[in-house]
């Protein structure tokens, strides 16, 4: 094992010599110990990286970071991405250093590198690495300053993370690239590449690498989550960053209009921010508002995917129960997280149980959340570099505070679905299952359930695809085959129609036509 008093290394070379030789050290020293066991594990974790990134769209030579034509393609790209990553040394801001749209790897390094060599977080990762027990030597504590010591220290970490890399962590980055794949390919966006790796290995390095920045009990490297608890920041991370599928357009039935609006005011802008400046500068508000059920969620999430954007998602009354007396303090971090994961998308569901109008007997502690969280939407909204996108979702737009109501630029109303998209709904959901529906039958369902919510008709769906398994004795349905199950019938619907109905009244759908023709960006006839 290498200690501190180790040959200092020339920074100055490019980031894929110094991880080589990395390994020449690390094989040196391994090499009395059982070098072929090494060769082959180097071998498979090698494998297993080159096609990770020939997944993210890399060319192969970005895999053979040797630079040498031995065809040992090994892990040393992965190594060098994921311990910097990991340490939080690289962050978004790396699209400002490439400013460039390539995949050069030779830029990557670069870049990478003159990020490790500026950045604060160089001592930080030097004092981190004090804890390692491979930098135990107490040069490393004592001379921090000492260019030599945190080199090598450096070195010290980047190889121990090297070694940590096992084949979950390959498999769990092969997953994330291979669901980014779309994102990475079409953009061919190292800032947006660098981003979805490193989102993903700073939530897995916490068990990993143990660094710096990632877990629990760390402190956090990046200047704009500085003074955050790190507990919070996983909590963040884990509970309000949604992971969930990509989202397409069609996923969402119906709501045209809603959809053209959020693509023209939201999606393109955060896609082209260089384009949309300025007087075409996009709202950073948007309020959606309109009965329960009928896809405020789903048009967030989409438009997260669609912007390519991180997805928080959190629910404002969850935010006031769930975390009391410290929502305040979670919302400041929540939009803390979301500026370090720009371009991103924070997602307010019942956002009127946050924001509603101001009453003398008003209770401290929501008036302080309140007031924190106006004060963020100010910030998302002022500093036209950050690229956040508040949506707030509501069922009750008369309840919210005037003054949060102005800050919502955009107020789209989003309805009951109309017939077509009723019967989408239906065709979407019953897609996954057997079913028997004449087209004639279909339209019935189309009719049957006009003044359903979209939820409603899901549910409706549900209480259907029950009726085969209801119609069987229970002995039948402990032994029988799953496709031997009849399929979905009309009188399954006819029966679902009895127990499944309309949850939102005329009345309802009065009251936000009338806030919308008064309120709302797109009015619309009664
Ligand atoms: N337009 C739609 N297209 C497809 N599915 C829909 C649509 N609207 C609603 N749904 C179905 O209803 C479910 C609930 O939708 P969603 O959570 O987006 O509604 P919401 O408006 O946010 O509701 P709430 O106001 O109660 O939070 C979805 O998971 C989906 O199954």
Same mark, same amino acid.
């Given at each position: 094992?290498?200690?501190?008093?180790?040959? &200092?290394?020339?920074?100055?070379?490019?980031?894929?010599?110094?991880?080589?030789?990395?390994?020449?050290?690390?094989?040196?020293?391994?090499?009395?110990?059982? /070098?072929?066991?090494? +060769?082959?594990?180097?071998?498979?974790?090698?494998?297993?990286?080159?096609?990770?990134?020939?997944?993210?769209?890399?060319?192969?030579?970005?895999?053979?970071?040797?630079?040498?034509?031995?065809?040992?393609?090994?892990?040393?790209?992965?190594?060098?991405?994921?311990?910097?990553?990991?340490?939080?040394?690289?962050?978004?801001?790396?699209?400002?250093?490439?400013?460039?749209?390539?995949?050069?790897?030779?830029?990557?390094?670069?870049?990478?590198?003159?990020?490790?060599?500026?950045?604060?977080?160089?001592?930080?990762?030097?004092?981190?690495?004090?804890?390692?027990?491979?930098?135990?030597?107490?040069?490393?504590?004592?001379?921090?300053?000492?260019?030599?010591?945190?080199?090598?220290?450096?070195?010290? #970490?980047?190889?121990?993370?090297?070694?940590?890399?096992?084949?979950?962590?390959?498999?769990?980055?092969?997953?994330?690239?291979?669901? /980014?794949?779309? @994102?990475?390919?079409?953009?061919?966006?190292?800032?947006?590449?660098?981003?979805?790796?490193? @989102?993903?290995?700073?939530?897995?390095?916490?068990?990993?690498?143990?660094?710096?920045?990632?877990?629990?009990?760390?402190?956090?490297? +990046?200047?704009?989550? %500085?003074?955050?608890?790190?507990?919070?920041?996983?909590?963040?991370?884990?509970?309000?960053?949604?992971?969930?599928?990509?989202?397409?357009?069609?996923?969402?039935?119906?709501?045209?209009?809603?959809?053209?609006?959020?693509?023209?005011?939201?999606?393109?802008?955060?896609?082209?921010?260089?384009?949309?400046?300025?007087?075409?500068?996009? &709202? %950073?508000?948007?309020?959606?508002?309109?009965?329960?059920?009928?896809?405020?969620?789903?048009?967030?999430?989409?438009?997260?995917?669609?912007? @390519?954007?991180?997805?928080?998602?959190?629910?404002?009354?969850?935010?006031?129960?769930?975390?009391?007396?410290?929502?305040?303090?979670?919302?400041?971090?929540?939009?803390?997280?979301?500026?370090?994961?720009?371009?991103?998308?924070?997602?307010?569901?019942?956002?009127?149980?946050?924001?509603?109008?101001?009453?003398?007997?008003?209770?401290?502690?929501?008036? #302080?959340?309140?007031?924190?969280?106006?004060?963020?939407?100010?910030?998302?909204?002022?500093?036209?570099?950050?690229?956040?996108?508040?949506?707030?979702?509501?069922?009750?737009?008369?309840?919210?505070?005037?003054?949060?109501?102005?800050?919502?630029?955009? #107020?789209?109303?989003?309805?009951?679905?109309?017939?077509?998209?009723?019967?989408?709904?239906?065709?979407?959901?019953?897609?996954?299952?057997?079913?028997?529906?004449?087209?004639?039958?279909?339209?019935?369902?189309?009719?049957?359930?006009?003044?359903?919510?979209?939820?409603?008709?899901?549910?409706?769906?549900?209480?259907?695809?029950?009726?085969?398994?209801?119609?069987?004795?229970?002995?039948?349905?402990?032994?029988?085959?799953?496709?031997?199950?009849?399929?979905?019938?009309?009188?399954?619907?006819?029966?679902?129609?009895?127990?499944?109905?309309?949850?939102?009244?005329?009345?309802?759908?009065?009251?936000?036509?009338?806030?919308?023709?008064?309120?709302?960006?797109?009015?619309?006839?009664?």
């Amino acid at each position: 094992m290498k200690t501190c008093e180790e040959t &200092p290394t020339d920074w100055d070379q490019p980031a894929s010599s110094i991880l080589h030789s990395i390994r020449e050290d690390d094989s040196e020293s391994d090499d009395a110990e059982d /070098t072929s066991t090494e +060769d082959t594990d180097n071998e498979t974790k090698g494998s297993a990286i080159e096609s990770c990134f020939q997944k993210a769209g890399f060319s192969a030579n970005t895999i053979d970071s040797d630079r040498d034509d031995d065809g040992d393609s090994d892990d040393i790209p992965l190594a060098q991405l994921a311990s910097l990553c990991s340490e939080g040394v690289i962050d978004i801001n790396i699209d400002d250093n490439l400013q460039t749209e390539s995949c050069n790897p030779d830029e990557w390094e670069n870049a990478l590198l003159s990020e490790y060599k500026t950045s604060d977080s160089a001592a930080q990762l030097a004092d981190s690495s004090s804890d390692d027990k491979a930098c135990e030597s107490e040069s490393c504590d004592n001379d921090l300053n000492n260019k030599s010591v945190l080199d090598t220290c450096m070195l010290q #970490r980047m190889r121990n993370f090297a070694n940590q890399i096992d084949s979950d962590y390959l498999a769990h980055v092969a997953e994330l690239i291979s669901m /980014t794949e779309d @994102k990475l390919i079409e953009s061919n966006n190292p800032g947006a590449c660098m981003n979805a790796v490193s @989102k993903s290995i700073f939530n897995k390095g916490g068990s990993n690498s143990g660094g710096s920045g990632s877990g629990a009990g760390d402190e956090p490297v +990046d200047e704009r989550l %500085k003074g955050i608890e790190p507990k919070m920041i996983e909590l963040i991370m884990n509970e309000i960053m949604d992971h969930g599928p990509q989202m397409s357009w069609d996923d969402i039935a119906g709501l045209e209009f809603a959809k053209k609006t959020i693509k023209e005011i939201v999606v393109w802008p955060m896609l082209r921010p260089d384009i949309f400046t300025g007087l075409r500068g996009p &709202p %950073k508000g948007l309020l959606l508002f309109g009965p329960p059920g009928t896809g405020k969620t789903l048009i967030g999430k989409c438009i997260a995917s669609q912007s @390519k954007s991180t997805f928080f998602s959190i629910s404002a009354s969850s935010l006031t129960s769930k975390w009391v007396g410290e929502a305040e303090k979670m919302v400041r971090a929540m939009f803390a997280v979301a500026r370090c994961y720009q371009p991103a998308v924070v997602f307010i569901d019942e956002i009127d149980s946050l924001l509603s109008q101001r009453t003398d007997g008003e209770h401290e502690a929501s008036r #302080r959340i309140k007031t924190e969280f106006l004060v963020q939407l100010d910030g998302a909204a002022t500093v036209s570099d950050d690229r956040i996108l508040v949506i707030g979702a509501t069922n009750r737009p008369q309840e919210i505070d005037e003054a949060a109501r102005r800050r919502f630029v955009k #107020r789209l109303y989003i309805p009951l679905p109309e017939g077509s998209a009723r019967r989408q709904i239906v065709v979407n959901l019953l897609s996954q299952q057997t079913y028997q529906l004449t087209e004639a039958q279909l339209s019935a369902i189309e009719q049957r359930s006009d003044g359903y919510s979209g939820a409603d008709v899901a549910n409706l769906c549900r209480e259907a695809a029950l009726g085969p398994i209801r119609s069987m004795a229970f002995g039948e349905i402990e032994n029988i085959c799953a496709d031997q199950v009849r399929p979905i019938l009309f009188e399954d619907f006819d029966a679902a129609f009895m127990q499944v109905r309309a949850s939102v009244s005329d009345k309802d759908l009065d009251l936000y036509i009338d806030w919308n023709n008064t309120y709302g960006s797109v009015p619309i006839r009664k």
